[in-house]
């Protein structure tokens, strides 16, 4: 059964960095690219990038880039989220995905993981 | 980037209705477009792919059509496992954008 367990609901202040994670099993972790997803409360859903753990291959939605951080762990089918400095627009629930192969859109997902930041 | 509008942002009905949601893109994304369904405080699932391929294990009530800019979802006979809120995504061209959702609400 393919899964994806998410790392647990996490409150920070302003300023924090923080790294949230996503272990998947039940298939190949190393060769299937792995996307993260906001949603914002109370919003529509918003893809920030992928990367395929195999070899750490990652593409950043534009809105995205320079603001988070992907990378993974093949050796323990462990995908990471990353952010340096939080604000407090960062407050959403943050899901990962399974990418299906040749295409662009996620058959299995996370629980997903609320972080709120707050001073 | 490519829009996606869904419409109607709020629909009200009753067990048994067939109801409809439509999804326009803001440019053609020939047939590229993924139907989720998502209940509170949960993970989106997958419903349809490809504008019309039904997910396995989803239940033949759920259909899809469309291609190049518009794209419906019906779900032909409400049940109350259905009441959720419906959203979808194009994978046509980078970056992959998601409407705002169609919160299908009891009447």
């Known amino acids: 059964e393919v899964q994806l367990v998410q790392s647990g609901a996490e409150v920070k202040k302003p300023g924090e960095s923080l790294q949230i994670s996503c272990q998947g099993s039940g298939y190949d972790f190393a060769n299937s690219w792995i996307a993260w997803v906001r949603q914002l409360p109370g919003k529509g859903l918003e893809w920030m990038g992928t990367i395929y753990p195999g070899d750490s291959d990652t593409t950043y939605s534009p809105s995205f880039q320079g603001q988070v951080t992907m990378s993974a762990d093949k050796s323990i089918n462990t995908a990471y989220l990353q952010w340096s400095s939080l604000k407090a627009s960062d407050t959403a629930m943050y899901y990962c995905?399974?990418?299906?192969?040749?295409?662009?859109?996620?058959?299995?997902w996370g629980q997903g993981t609320l972080v709120t930041v707050s001073s | 980037d490519i829009q996606m509008t869904q419409s109607p942002s709020t629909l009200s009905a009753s067990i048994g209705d067939r109801v409809t949601i439509t999804c326009r893109a803001s440019q053609s994304i020939s047939r590229w477009l993924v139907w989720y369904q998502q209940k509170p405080g949960k993970a989106p699932k997958l419903l349809i792919y490809e504008a019309s391929i039904l997910e396995s294990g989803v239940p033949s009530r759920f259909s899809g059509s469309g291609s190049g800019t518009e794209f419906t979802l019906t779900i032909s006979s409400l049940q109350p496992d259905d009441f959720a809120t419906y959203s979808c995504q194009q994978y046509n061209s980078y970056p992959w954008t998601f409407g705002l959702g169609t919160k299908v609400e009891i009447k």
């Open positions: 995905a399974r990418r299906v192969s040749a295409h662009y859109f996620f058959d299995f």
